[in-house]
């Protein structure tokens, strides 16, 4: 949508020469989300960010932003004191919206020169919303924007290929991290870590089993200098019959093992599933490769449907689909 590609210059900072400096920055502190006190470790902006705040968590350190935001210059305690935040959201651009049309509302608040623009997916705000969102996130706007954006999302499941870092919860503290790139159909689009893949036998096996038996391949990966480095692998595929997303295997690369990256792809797969409605998908299911592994995935809400390993020793596991869609 061009009327979206052309997102007005940032307003000058005093004092910010460069655009690697800190604009916003809190650690040690604690957020309540309203059911859950985290506390957040080393989070930072800089007018190149760009991050995804995931979840309750994420969401309470953008609302920290806001509230900061509407202070006095004097009382700012994280952010630089002139700081302007604009927040592109159904129920902040709805006064100006005309026939569903937020185009004209988004390019008002934008041309206000904030600095940090914070956009939210707002999952319950119906189809038109949803257009723009998906809009605003391919826009050369965005991609070109000389300051920092924020996109609240409800989980990691989305592919959001400019934003390169995420707030991410891991226990009871929130951290700033890499945003795990998500490749689906075996990544056709990066020869760079289909190579990577083949390099792994294990790996290269089930992408042979999976063209066998059309099922999909997604990757997972980390940016850095340029280049990709595969950072997980999932063999899946949905089974109609039974409503049925199940998960063949699942693999993290040795060297970055016991960094919580196999707790971010089971909860990509209980991401990617709530999104489907409830009648195409009512269960998630997988084989604990071992039977240590059964009290990690019981976790994430999977049960043991077993009464022991079978013959190659996995344990089948099943948990329930929670849709956020409709029925």
């Given at each position: 949508m061009a009327r979206l590609d052309n997102w007005p210059s940032p307003r000058p900072l005093e004092g910010v020469k460069s655009s690697k400096r800190a604009i916003f920055e809190i650690s040690d502190i604690e957020l309540d989300t309203g059911g859950?006190?985290?506390?957040?470790?080393?989070?930072?902006?800089?007018?190149?960010?760009?991050?995804?705040?995931?979840?309750?968590?994420?969401?309470?350190?953008?609302?920290?932003l806001l509230r900061e935001?509407?202070?006095?210059?004097?009382?700012?305690?994280?952010?630089?004191?002139?700081?302007?935040?604009?927040?592109?959201?159904p129920d902040t651009l709805q006064k100006f919206v005309v026939d569903g049309d937020y185009a004209a509302a988004i390019m008002e608040a934008l041309s206000t020169r904030a600095q940090v623009v914070i956009l939210e997916e707002a999952l319950h705000a119906g189809e038109s919303w949803a257009i723009f969102f998906?809009?605003?996130?391919?826009?050369?706007?965005?991609?070109?924007?000389l300051g920092a954006v924020l996109v609240c999302v409800e989980d990691e499941s989305l592919s959001l290929p400019t934003f390169a870092e995420v707030w991410l919860a891991r226990g009871t503290?929130?951290?700033?991290?890499?945003?795990?790139?998500?490749?689906?159909?075996?990544g056709l689009?990066?020869?760079?870590?289909?190579?990577?893949?083949?390099?792994?036998?294990?790996?290269?096996?089930?992408?042979?089993?999976?063209k066998k038996k059309g099922h999909?391949?997604?990757?997972?990966?980390?940016?850095?200098?340029?280049?990709?480095?595969?950072?997980?692998f999932i063999c899946h595929h949905m089974s109609p019959p039974k409503a049925e997303f199940n998960v063949r295997f699942i693999f993290v690369p040795e060297e970055f093992r016991g960094s919580k990256l196999g707790s971010r792809l089971v909860n990509w797969v209980i991401a990617k599933a709530s999104r489907m409605p409830q009648s195409d998908c009512r269960w998630i299911s997988l084989d604990a490769a071992y039977e240590a592994l059964v009290p990690w995935y019981e976790g994430f809400g999977f049960t043991d449907m077993t009464c022991g390993p079978d013959e190659w020793g996995h344990i089948w596991m099943e948990r329930k689909n929670v849709s956020i869609c409709c029925p």
């Open positions: 859950k006190v985290y506390e957040a470790q080393g989070l930072c902006l800089t007018l190149n960010s760009r991050v995804a705040a995931v979840g309750a968590a994420g969401r309470s350190v953008v609302d920290l935001s509407e202070l006095p210059e004097s009382e700012r305690k994280h952010s630089h004191a002139a700081l302007s935040v604009v927040h592109l959201a998906r809009e605003l996130l391919c826009s050369e706007g965005l991609q070109s924007f503290s929130i951290y700033q991290q890499a945003y795990l790139q998500v490749f689906e159909d075996a689009e990066s020869e760079e870590l289909l190579e990577q893949v083949r390099q792994i036998d294990t790996l290269q096996f089930w992408v042979d089993d999976a999909q391949i997604t990757l997972f990966a980390e940016s850095g200098d340029g280049q990709k480095q595969l950072k997980g």
